[in-house]
């Protein structure tokens, strides 16, 4: 066969790489959502159709982009969040690898438009799959950007064969929207589907308005049933919201938990978890949940895999036994009999 050794074109490198961050409409969509938080803003509209194949839509209030940066934001490797490794540290920003805009375009006819200007004068640029239309037109846009990203895997139809059916694509877009937005109550956030509104989040950070929005998304029976939590010991703090165990679930479908306001899937948290429920769940039931870990940054690191969601406690042993800790206390007090007021 071929056993020359050859570059790689850099679409081809592209559209492999992509590979790894563009799975599906949910993964794009994180993708563009972090995009917008990375730039600072506090409206998020999501616009989906079938699901998310055929187009989907991400505008921001944030800061938009600098007219002569625009084609760059859809090269590969070209990040504005870090310059050097030092900067990988401390690094604050959801995105700094430089990738997601680069992939995404290399799989989709995507178009970018932005402005950093309040008067709403701003520029497009188009991409598909890499054939860029390297010339920038002029665009109106209030200040921030718009993503526009169309027919994904139009140009690999073996990824898209991949794809679920419509209705299974979108709840998928759904759940990735709402774990955002329990992370951001600060952000309003919409998303409509097929031209028909499905979530329309306000912001607001007072106890009142979080709880709106955990109903919101959890729904207003987990909300009746949830206890509120809030303890802090040792530089860590957990807080948020513990249903019931009579609001347990048949799946794992409402378990939220951020480390540091970033949404994260951990073993150690899922044991501890688990273990301070066993007693008061029937197995195979799920305990519910929305719960906050806060600690010092430099006792975690996040950027094991940004797109997994994973982290690395230091001291994996004292997470765990906070968190247990914590919560088979809350579990405990709360028990019939013994319970203090929780409903007001
Ligand atoms: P990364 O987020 O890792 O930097 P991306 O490919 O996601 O890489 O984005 C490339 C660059 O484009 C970002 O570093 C940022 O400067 C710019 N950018 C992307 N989306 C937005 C947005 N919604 N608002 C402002 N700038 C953006
Ligand atoms: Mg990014």
Same mark, same amino acid.
């Given at each position: 066969?071929?056993?020359?050794?050859?570059?790689?074109?850099?679409?081809l490198a592209n559209q492999i790489a992509a590979g790894e961050v563009v799975e599906r409409p949910a993964s794009v969509i994180k993708e563009l959502l972090e995009n917008s938080l990375d730039a600072g803003a506090t409206r998020l509209d999501v616009d989906m159709e079938k699901g998310?194949?055929?187009?989907?839509?991400?505008r921001d209030n944030g800061k938009g982009i600098e007219r002569d940066d625009l084609a760059l934001a859809l090269a590969r490797h070209?990040?504005?969040?870090?310059?050097?490794?030092?900067?990988?540290?401390?690094?604050?920003?959801?995105?700094?690898?430089?990738?997601?805009?680069?992939?995404?375009?290399?799989?989709?006819r995507l178009t970018l438009t932005?402005?950093?200007?309040e008067c709403g004068q701003g520029w497009?640029?188009?991409?598909?799959?890499?054939?860029?239309?390297?010339?920038?037109?002029?665009?109106?846009? #209030?200040?921030?950007?718009?993503?526009?990203?169309?027919?994904?895997?139009?140009?690999? #139809?073996?990824?898209?064969?991949?794809?679920?059916?419509?209705?299974?694509?979108?709840?998928?877009?759904?759940?990735?929207?709402?774990?955002?937005a329990l992370s951001r109550f600060d952000v309003s956030?919409?998303?409509?589907?097929?031209?028909?509104?499905?979530?329309?989040?306000?912001?607001?950070?007072?106890?009142?308005?979080?709880?709106?929005?955990?109903a919101q998304i959890c729904g207003p029976a987990f909300m009746q049933k949830a206890l509120h939590i809030e303890v802090e010991r040792s530089g860590l703090r957990l807080w948020g919201w513990v249903a019931e165990p009579a609001f347990s679930r048949?799946?794992?479908?409402?378990?939220?938990?951020?480390v540091n306001g970033r949404a994260i899937r951990d073993k150690v948290v899922s044991h501890a978890v688990r273990r301070a429920f066993a007693d008061v769940l029937h197995h195979g039931r799920h305990p519910a949940f929305v719960l906050y870990l806060e600690?010092? #940054?430099?006792?975690?690191?996040?950027?094991?895999? #940004?797109?997994?969601?994973?982290?690395?406690?230091?001291?994996?042993?004292?997470?765990?036994?906070?968190?247990?800790?914590?919560?088979?206390?809350a579990l405990a007090d709360a028990r019939p009999g013994q319970r203090e007021k929780t409903a007001e």
């Open positions: 066969m071929h056993d020359r050794i050859q570059q790689l074109s850099p679409r998310g194949i055929k187009r989907m839509k991400v070209a990040t504005s969040k870090i310059h050097a490794l030092e900067d990988l540290d401390a690094v604050a920003t959801l995105g700094f690898r430089g990738e997601a805009l680069a992939s995404i375009s290399s799989v989709a932005s402005s950093r200007d497009q640029v188009s991409a598909e799959g890499r054939e860029m239309h390297a010339q920038l037109t002029p665009a109106a846009h #209030p200040r921030g950007t718009t993503v526009d990203v169309r027919d994904l895997f139009f140009n690999t #139809p073996a990824r898209r064969k991949f794809l679920r059916t419509e209705k299974t694509e979108f709840n998928r877009v759904d759940e990735t929207v709402k774990r955002l956030i919409s998303l409509r589907h097929n031209g028909k509104g499905v979530l329309s989040l306000r912001a607001g950070s007072n106890r009142v308005e979080m709880e709106r929005r955990v048949s799946q794992a479908d409402l378990q939220f938990f951020y600690l010092d #940054p430099a006792s975690v690191d996040v950027n094991v895999h #940004p797109t997994k969601h994973e982290v690395r406690f230091r001291d994996s042993r004292l997470v765990h036994d906070f968190l247990f800790g914590s919560l088979h206390r």
